[in-house]
C-alpha cells in the first residue's frame, strides 16, 4: 500500500518560493552595500595613512629658530652708534674758513672706511703711472661746515676728493710698502693704518683728520688731509 504524500496547498507554495526569491535579492544587495562600504572604508584608511607620512615628525618640527643663520649686516642704527663722536674725548683744533688747499690748520672728525684703486697719476703728456690710491669713504661727518668745505673744493675743479651723490671719497695719497703715503711723508702710523685696511662699509672707523698750512704743489700721490689718526 502506497504511502500518501501530502501536497502543500498552492498558495503555500507560492507564499514560500515567494519569501526565498526575496530573500536571496536582498542577500545579494547587502553584499553590494557591504562590498561598496569596504572598498570606501580602506580608501579613507589609505588616505589617513598617507597623510600621516606626509607631515614631518615632531622631531622635525620641534627644530629650533636660533639653528637658521644669523644675519650678519648691520642697520644704519648700528653704524650710528658705533661712531657716536660725543662718546670720545678727543681734543681738535676748530677750523674757521676750513680752507682744504693749506690755507688753514684744523682737525675734524669723520667716520668712514677705506677703499684703493689704481689710477692714472702721470701729469697730462707724460707715459702712464700707475698708482694704488688710497681714499677714505665718509659715512658721517661731525661737523657740517667740513662736508660744505669738500663741496665747495670739489665744486672749483680739485679732484683730489670726489663725491657721488652722499658718497665722499677723501683722497689719501697712494698705499705703497704697507704704508699711507703722499709725496711729501707718510699721513698714518702703522695703528692707524691697521685699523684702516680692517674698516669696510660693514664695520667703518671713527677718523680724526688733520689739515696744516702749507703752499700748493703738484702730486703724483696726491692727498688734501695732512694726517690721519684712527680714534
Not at 685699523?195 to 677718523?207: D, I, R
Amino acid at each position: 500500500m502506497l504511502a500518501k504524500t501530502r501536497q502543500r496547498p498552492y498558495a503555500e507554495v507560492m507564499a514560500n518560493d515567494g519569501n526565498s526569491a526575496w530573500h536571496q535579492e536582498a542577500s545579494g544587495s547587502l553584499k553590494a552595500v557591504l562590498a561598496v562600504f569596504v572598498v570606501i572604508l580602506l580608501g579613507a584608511l589609505g588616505y589617513l595613512v598617507w597623510l600621516q607620512n606626509a607631515q614631518p615628525t615632531s622631531e622635525q618640527s620641534a627644530t629650533p629658530v636660533a639653528d637658521k643663520p644669523q644675519q650678519t649686516s648691520q642697520s644704519s642704527e648700528e653704524l650710528e652708534q658705533e661712531c657716536e663722536f660725543d662718546s670720545v674725548n678727543v681734543n681738535l683744533k676748530p677750523g674757521v674758513t676750513y680752507g682744504l688747499g693749506g690755507q688753514e690748520e684744523f682737525e675734524t672728525l669723520v667716520c668712514g672706511y677705506l677703499i684703493q684703486k689704481e689710477e692714472n697719476m702721470a701729469f697730462e703728456g707724460e707715459e702712464a703711472l700707475i698708482k694704488n690710491r688710497a681714499y677714505l669713504v665718509i659715512t658721517k661727518f661731525a661737523e657740517s661746515k667740513f662736508k660744505e668745505a669738500i663741496d665747495k673744493q670739489i665744486g672749483e675743479g680739485n679732484s683730489v676728493n670726489k663725491a657721488e651723490g652722499n658718497n665722499y671719497q677723501l683722497g689719501c695719497g697712494c698705499l705703497e710698502d704697507n704704508k699711507l703715503l703722499s709725496d711729501t711723508g707718510e699721513l698714518s702710523d702703522q695703528a692707524s693704518l691697521a685699523k684702516l685696511l680692517a674698516s669696510s662699509s660693514a664695520k667703518p672707523v671713527m677718523v680724526k683728520l688733520v689739515f696744516e698750512v702749507h703752499p700748493g704743489r703738484g702730486c703724483t700721490c696726491c692727498n688734501l688731509v695732512d694726517r690721519l689718526e684712527v680714534i
